[in-house]
Structures are given as structure tokens and as C-alpha cells.
């Protein structure tokens, strides 16, 4: 069974950094893509970062240079580090996989940025 597990959010000041988790027990990261989206309230979910079983890696425009998405392949996680924060960044922030096409979401994680 698949399961996507995120943690490390929180409420931060304005050009404060977090580090977001997402372990996932039922996969192996390194064998699938992996993405990172958010959603800020009255706001659609949007990507904001992803990472292909190859290792490539793409990034929403407004985190460019601020934002890197990694994974640990002994612990099976995929991390977003998340740097120069600012509070449009505030949202909850989802782990998403499509896995056997089936597409699975973790519970989702708040960011708060506090201006």
C-alpha cells in the first residue's frame, strides 16, 4: 500500500527556511517520479517542485532559486528545502506520486509565513 507521509511544516518569518519530509513506506522513491505541489487558500494546487527516478529536477518560476527538492535513497524520503521564504509561500504543501497509474497524495503539511 502506498502512503505518502509529510512533515516539517510550520510558521516561519519572512526570509526564514524550513525543510519539508515526505517518507514514503510502499515505494521506492528513487524508482519513481516524485512532486511537491501547494495549495493556498481560495487557490488551486499548483506544483512547485518535482524530481524524475533519474534524478532531474523542475521548479515552479516563483521558487527558482529559492527552493530544492532532493531525496534520500537510503531513507526513502524526498525532501523540499525551502529557503528565502516569503509569505505568498504560505499553503499547505502536498507530496504526490503516481504510482501503478494511480495517483496518491500525502496528508499535506502547513507552511505559514509570517510577513
Known amino acids: 500500500q502506498v502512503q505518502l507521509v509529510e512533515s516539517g511544516g510550520g510558521l516561519v518569518q519572512a526570509g526564514g527556511s524550513l525543510r519539508l519530509s515526505c517518507a514514503a513506506p510502499?515505494?521506492?522513491?528513487?524508482?519513481?517520479?516524485m512532486g511537491w505541489y501547494r495549495q493556498a487558500p481560495g487557490k488551486q494546487r499548483e506544483l512547485v517542485a518535482a524530481?524524475?527516478?533519474?534524478?532531474?529536477?523542475n521548479y515552479a518560476d516563483s521558487v527558482k532559486g529559492r527552493f530544492t527538492i532532493s531525496r534520500d535513497n537510503a531513507k526513502n524520503t524526498v525532501y523540499l528545502q525551502m529557503n528565502s521564504l516569503k509569505p505568498e509561500d504560505t499553503a499547505v504543501y502536498y507530496c504526490?506520486?503516481?504510482?501503478?497509474?494511480?495517483?496518491?497524495w500525502g496528508q499535506g503539511t502547513q507552511v505559514t509565513v509570517s510577513s
Open positions: 524530481i524524475t527516478s533519474g534524478g532531474s529536477t
Open positions: 504526490n506520486t503516481v504510482y501503478a497509474r494511480s495517483n496518491y
Open positions: 510502499g515505494i521506492i522513491v528513487m524508482f519513481n517520479a
